[in-house]
């Protein structure tokens, strides 16, 4: 079946295609790029700096009054304080820094604290993945759904690595090893954006990572929820946005892969309390 795109989901593709030539450009000529650090492992270069430009002239030209909160600029409070756009205009930078084509331009679309509207664009491999509210989820002109696979035995799950230090993650090996030792195969390709919309897709199974910001998860979330999967906090919390961890899955894995990764979360908790309290007495 083929998509029907609405006038909103035409101005995000649209938008995502024209920063893609942008970065597409640069990525040709990756060792011309100014790259400046914003923390010990967090780099960002003239092609995001440049693509995020781009989204902004074109969503503020489509949608006058609408905010926005993206990745290089911040938040930026638009007439309607109900609606911004939330942007990531590169994710996979550090992909992107060393040639490797694996990276996407990430939008969001947030309305009433809820996300309506999501494209996410991989411009290498030529895929749009795209969904609205209620409307379902698609990979250019194709229905996207999240895998059937009902054994973590045979699942592929995907993760991203504590990028803020081990003291950030204390239990991310651990987690890690329980998760490896069950299932078919663990991967880290490092673009969350991609990561959540392949489990849309059905190409993961799953994926959970720490420490994300909204731009690297508000799209995908709509496209996996749309695809048919579950997306929440590590744990079952329900703000995986705004949170501090996301897990997302087909219909059938959410309660086996929590319980997996959950047990060492609640040690932890345990152990820095105990830390707490033994310091202030
Ligand atoms: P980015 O490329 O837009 O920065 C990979 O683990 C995911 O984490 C990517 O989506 C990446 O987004 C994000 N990420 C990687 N390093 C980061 C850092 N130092 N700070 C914040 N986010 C980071
Ligand atoms: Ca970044
Ligand atoms: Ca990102
Ligand atoms: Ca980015």
Redesign the pocket.
Known sequence: MAARRSAILNVMTATAQKAARSLVRDFGEVENLQVSRK?P??FVSSADMAAEKIIKTELKKARPDYGFLM?ESGAAPGKDKDTRWVV?P?????NFLHGVPHWAISIALEHGKEVVAAVVYDPVKDEMFMAEKGQGAFVNNKRMRVSGRSHLDAAMIAT??P??GRASSPTYPQELERVSAEVAAVRRF????LDLAYVAMGRYDGFW?WH??PW?TAAGMLLVTEAGGFVTEVGGGKNPIYGDSVLATNQILHTHLNKLIKPTVARAVKTVTKTASDKAA
């Open positions: 923390g492992a967090d990745e990531d590169l994710d996979g930078t550090t991203g690595m990028f803020k490092g673009s969350a954006a990572e994300l910001s690297d």
